[in-house]
């Protein structure tokens, strides 16, 4: 396995090629091994056919617990499944999950009562143009906002927020929360309960101008863009992502797939570029 560090002011990605005839326990071990150095992994290396969809989810399945969380993407119902497709489809492109649109930052385990700490994405078909994923790490963020925005940032890491999607309720707890790491982020600007009063009311649509004005408008933002074949893996406490918007007009034109992972690592280091 190769590892080498690409590094970036807003986050930091370590990039490992797999070798998959080495089988799936060198590749747990490449995984878990980067999961501890970084908090954003592009893996490379794999090939694109399904038999793949099996090779990663037997990989995370030795490093951690996978979190069955399939999801009907019209009625929100949770389903016992191992993956989800993110995937181009005109006939449901109401939700980002399948249009082409840009995708603001956010957390994805932010509305789960337990969230996963890891989120793993498979990439087997990439659009023609565009599609980048978009990460901002939390020590960066907290930096820029306790320089820039001290008032917003002491909110952020003091007033508890509620979370839910669909009938499913989510955790309570800051925006910005810590522990012995450093900080620990939950958002979703889409997924917050309504009725919380206006003080989360006016917090939440301030942070999620300030995310967007500050770090996607001025570029201050590290990409990531996944040829077909490729992983990105992230620590989803850690970081928060988001999407550029992408060129397809064919249902499964660009079609990644999704599991996230409850991992039992401890060692979660700030990224080089940061230190």
């Keep these: 396995m190769n590892f080498s560090f690409g590094t970036h002011p807003a986050a930091c990605i370590l990039k490992i090629k797999i070798n998959p005839e080495e089988g799936v326990a060198a590749a747990a071990e490449a995984l878990e091994e980067g999961l501890r150095q970084a908090r954003v992994l592009h893996l490379t290396g794999c090939g694109t056919d399904d038999k793949f969809l099996e090779f990663w989810a037997d990989v995370n399945e030795r490093i951690g617990k996978i979190d069955m969380r399939g999801e009907n993407p019209l009625t929100l119902e949770r389903l016992p499944a191992v993956w989800n497709d993110i995937r181009f489809d005109p006939k449901l492109a109401t939700t980002y999950r399948h249009s082409n649109t840009a995708q603001p930052l956010h957390t994805d385990g932010a509305y789960n009562a337990t969230p996963p700490?890891?989120?793993?994405?498979?990439?087997?078909?990439?659009?023609?143009?565009?599609?980048?994923?978009?990460?901002l790490d939390g020590d960066y963020l907290c930096n820029v906002l306790e320089r820039e925005q001290p008032e917003m940032y002491s909110d952020l890491r003091n007033v508890p927020v509620s979370y839910a999607k669909g009938e499913s309720p989510g955790q309570v707890a800051p925006i910005i929360g810590?522990?012995?790491?450093?900080?620990?982020i939950n958002w979703n600007y889409y997924r917050i309960t309504p009725g919380q009063g206006e003080k989360v009311e006016a917090l939440r649509h301030a942070f999620f101008d300030f995310l967007d004005k500050r770090f996607i408008q001025?570029?201050?933002i590290a990409p990531l863009h996944l040829a077909a074949g490729d992983c990105m893996v992230f620590h989803d406490l850690r970081c928060v992502h988001g999407?550029?918007?992408?060129?397809?007009?064919?249902?499964?034109?660009?079609?990644?797939?999704?599991?996230n992972l409850h991992w039992d690592g401890n060692a979660v280091v700030k990224a080089p570029a940061l230190s």
């Design 178 to 184: 810590w522990d012995s790491f450093g900080p620990v």
């Design 218 to 220: 001025t570029g201050d």
């Design 117 to 135: 700490n890891v989120g793993f994405f498979f990439c087997q078909a990439q659009a023609r143009a565009g599609g980048r994923t978009l990460f």
């Design 243 to 259: 999407r550029e918007a992408y060129t397809a007009e064919v249902a499964g034109e660009r079609c990644l797939w999704n599991l």
